[in-house]
């Protein structure tokens, strides 16, 4: 009995595909974890503004803002060393002994009294004290005087800080119109309505938005890998290169190709 012809591109197909499913099971198990750990339900806790983060970006503002402001504010050097203590004092570890000092500076004019409020913000937030956090985010916000990028921050920070307390609708509302490509704050802002999406139920526009910001090269990896991640668990595909999402969900190299030497 002559023997069927075997194809020799069977093993190949075989492996190539066996690669594939492995890759894809790895893909989701990472997504599962990444799920369990930050549930869409806790969005406040999970998407809390680390007093560190809220630090490096509100002293990014008060820079340009110290600047707009030095021309009007004659006790400007005072109130920037009582800030700079405080500061010393949060880097050491003494936050209360940082909060009492900032309030004493929240309380007077200027510059050094916005980025008091912010800080103290931040402190609360890192406290669980999101009434007290939103507050001082809000007088900031509200602040007509102030840099509009200071009070885009502010109202990110505040509707952030509430978010499991106020309409959906109002989210989007609040920080919609953050939420547009080319924004410094797009991302974050486009995060917190893609949410709002979803307790709405809309699910198509909060998936849009989330595969946008997926492979928006200008939104911060920490924000674009989350928004993969729910988008594809919500059945839209925000995957270019599986390779390269799987190399960084795992924290692991791409596997360098093969080079062959031919004799």
Do not use: C
Not at 82 to 94: K, M, P, T
Not at 166 to 177: L, M, N, T
């Amino acid at each position: 009995m002559a023997k069927e012809p075997t194809n020799p591109n069977v093993p190949a197909k075989r492996k190539s595909q066996e690669r594939a499913d492995a890759e894809q099971e790895m893909l989701m198990r990472e997504v599962d974890e990444a799920v369990r750990q930050d549930e869409v339900g806790d969005f406040a806790k999970k998407f809390g503004w680390p007093l560190g983060i809220a630090f490096v970006v509100a002293m990014a503002a008060f820079g340009g803002f110290l600047f707009w402001q030095s021309s009007q504010e004659s006790d400007l050097e005072g109130q920037s060393e009582q800030l700079v203590q405080a500061l010393d004092e949060l880097e050491a570890g003494n936050t209360d002994i940082a909060d009492e000092e900032l309030a004493m500076l929240a309380d007077g004019e200027g510059g050094a009294a916005v980025m008091a409020k912010m800080l103290r913000a931040g402190i609360a937030v890192e406290r669980g004290d999101t009434e007290a956090a939103a507050a001082l985010y809000e007088e900031v916000s509200s602040d007509g005087d102030l840099p509009d990028e200071l009070r885009n921050i502010a109202t990110i920070r505040s509707v952030t800080a509430r978010y499991d307390e106020i309409d959906p609708q109002e989210v989007i509302d609040r920080v919609g119109p953050l939420a547009v490509p080319g924004n410094p704050y797009y991302g974050s802002a486009a995060e917190l309505v893609a949410h709002a999406y979803l307790d709405l139920d809309r699910t198509d526009e909060a998936g849009a938005l989330l595969v946008d910001l997926a492979g928006n090269d200008d939104v911060p990896p920490s924000i674009s890998s989350r928004a993969r991640q729910l988008a594809g668990l919500l059945g839209f595909d925000a995957i270019e290169d599986v390779d390269a999402t799987l190399a960084e969900m795992t924290g692991e190299e791409l596997d360098q190709p093969q080079v062959e030497l031919v004799e």
